[in-house]
């Protein structure tokens, strides 16, 4: 910069802050830094301001922070994902209306039975289905493995 190039207001506010910073580390007296901000302030040019700082270390950069991971568009990954609406608290509020209902505890009775009755019915085709793959399992080794072909 040319010392003859005049300073503007913020040119001024800047060393007069970089002056409290260095007294604020104890680097100037009190009566320094008021001789110092008094020139800043009636400072015409950059000539005028650079024997202010000459004897005072420059401000150490700081070193960069590594850069935040990127986020990620949407709801955090514990959310789980609903799709559509809750089934279940309906459910309980059926239930519950049936049982405060004259004559609904008849209805909630049979609609457990109905759970049954699948529950046992889903147990059964199971049976029967790992029953036949044994089967076939065995017969498949009975014959040999290598009658079969590859697969």
Request: aromatic content about 8%.
């Given at each position: 910069?040319?010392?003859?190039?005049?300073?503007?207001?913020?040119?001024?506010?800047?060393?007069?802050?970089?002056?409290?910073?260095?007294?604020?580390?104890?680097?100037?007296?009190?009566?320094?830094?008021?001789?110092?901000?008094s020139a800043a302030l009636n400072?015409?040019?950059?000539?005028?301001?650079?024997?202010?700082?000459?004897?005072?270390?420059?401000?150490?950069?700081?070193?960069?922070?590594?850069?935040?991971?990127?986020?990620?568009?949407?709801?955090?990954?514990?959310?789980?994902?609903?799709?559509?609406?809750?089934?279940?608290?309906?459910?309980?509020?059926?239930?519950?209306?049936?049982?405060?209902?004259?004559?609904?505890?008849?209805?909630?009775?049979?609609?457990?039975?109905?759970?049954?009755?699948?529950?046992?019915?889903?147990?059964?085709?199971?049976?029967?289905?790992?029953?036949?793959?044994?089967?076939?399992?065995?017969?498949?080794?009975?014959?040999?493995?290598?009658?079969?072909g590859p697969r």
């Amino acid at each position: 910069m040319d010392e003859h190039v005049r300073v503007s207001d913020a040119d001024r506010e800047r060393i007069t802050a970089r002056l409290r910073e260095h007294f604020a580390e104890g680097r100037l007296t009190p009566d320094e830094l008021d001789e110092r901000v008094s020139a800043a302030l009636n400072a015409k040019t950059f000539g005028d301001l650079r024997p202010l700082m000459a004897d005072l270390p420059e401000p150490v950069p700081a070193p960069p922070r590594p850069a935040p991971p990127p986020r990620l568009a949407g709801p955090p990954p514990w959310v789980a994902h609903r799709r559509g609406p809750r089934l279940m608290p309906l459910l309980l509020l059926v239930a519950l209306v049936a049982l405060v209902a004259p004559g609904g505890g008849w209805l909630v009775l049979g609609f457990f039975k109905l759970i049954l009755l699948f529950w046992l019915v889903s147990c059964l085709v199971a049976a029967f289905a790992v029953g036949g793959y044994r089967r076939r399992m065995r017969r498949y080794w009975r014959s040999g493995p290598h009658q079969h072909g590859p697969r």
